[in-house]
């Protein structure tokens, strides 16, 4: 396996190029805005379009026998969002980590900009946990019988001292369609930047004169994935394995114009074992993929 790694092609396909970190069960890339991720039935279907370029880039830059598989998706209807996008090299391996999704075992970090300044929220931290319905393909806040049950963790990170906006971290506990700007735009009354849906007003001077906002980009990013893993050997062979993906450039830069301060991991990404940084997980065969000129796995 460890061999296999090592060889991969000088010349990266493009859609490769977004990966961030590979061992010998899963390779997880760092999605870019415009890319949809379709559901498993459209895969089955290769109803995926760049989609399915990017699939073939995987399976040529990393030398696998079969098209990688997906396991989850950020927000098939969201193609502006960015971040963690977890890819198995083998059926078995995308059963395990579905599972792992499904069972809720796997943490979700996101970042989010939102309209809003340092007023504008109740305390540094809190939970939502409003229920969502769905009609018509809109999600809104119900409370009927209908409604499923959401659950989202913020945090405030950071406040621009000249706009109304603030940098959010969210904890993903529900995957629901929406969810975290149902939430972010109705419970806390925080619409993400960008989002045109669901915000209630268009966006304040002050924001437009700092920055100038991109077509159909929504400013949240799949900060982390945080999944169970284990060790071959040793006494304590389960342990916590966090991916986190570099933030896009354009939110770096509204960050900056903006004058919010972004701690370096988000900036830069990197590996955790138990919420200790490492440079490789020997375990698992694991590198982090971020630097350009480093050899690729």
């Known amino acids: 396996m460890l061999q296999a ?12 190029r ?30 995926f379009d760049k989609f399915n370029d990017l699939l073939r880039d995987v399976k040529q830059s990393f030398d696998l026998e079969n098209l990688p598989y997906p396991v989850h998706r950020l927000d098939k209807a969201c ?25 809720r075992v796997v943490g979700k970090t996101y970042l989010a900009l939102v309209r ?11 939970e939502i946990r ?8 809109r999600v809104s806040l119900g409370e009927s019988c209908a409604a499923k049950f959401a659950a989202t963790d913020w945090e405030l990170l950071a406040s621009s001292p000249v706009a109304p906006l603030s940098l959010l971290r969210l904890t993903l506990h529900t995957g629901l369609k929406h969810q975290l700007r149902i939430h972010l735009s109705h419970s806390l009354h925080t619409p993400i930047l960008g989002d045109n849906l669901y915000a209630r007003s268009a966006i304040s001077e002050k924001i437009a004169k700092i920055t100038r906002l ?41 960050c900056r114009d903006a004058g919010i301060p972004l701690d370096h991991t988000y900036i830069d990404g990197g590996l955790f074992v138990d919420g200790q940084h ?20």
């Open 79 to 103: 193609q502006a969002i960015t971040g963690t996008l977890l890819l198995a090299r083998s059926s078995p391996a995308a059963r395990q980590f579905s599972q792992q999704f499904q069972s």
């Open 214 to 254: 991109p077509e159909k980009r929504i400013f949240l990013h799949a900060a982390q994935l945080t999944l169970s893993r284990y060790r071959k050997t040793g006494s304590g062979k389960h342990f916590r394995l966090g991916i986190g993906a570099p933030i896009p450039r354009d939110f770096l830069a509204i």
């Open 5 to 16: 790694l090592k060889s991969a092609r000088t010349g990266t396909p493009y859609w490769a």
């Open 278 to 297: 490492v440079d490789d997980v020997p375990d698992l065969e694991g590198r982090w993929l971020r630097n350009p000129s480093a050899p690729r796995p």
């Open 130 to 137: 409003d229920a969502l319905e769905f009609s018509d393909g």
């Open 116 to 126: 809003g300044g340092e007023k504008s929220f109740p305390a540094r931290s809190g």
């Open 18 to 47: 977004n990966a961030i970190y590979a061992d010998r069960s899963i390779i997880v890339l760092n999605k870019p805005a415009g890319l949809i991720c379709p559901s498993l039935r459209s895969f089955l279907r290769k109803h």
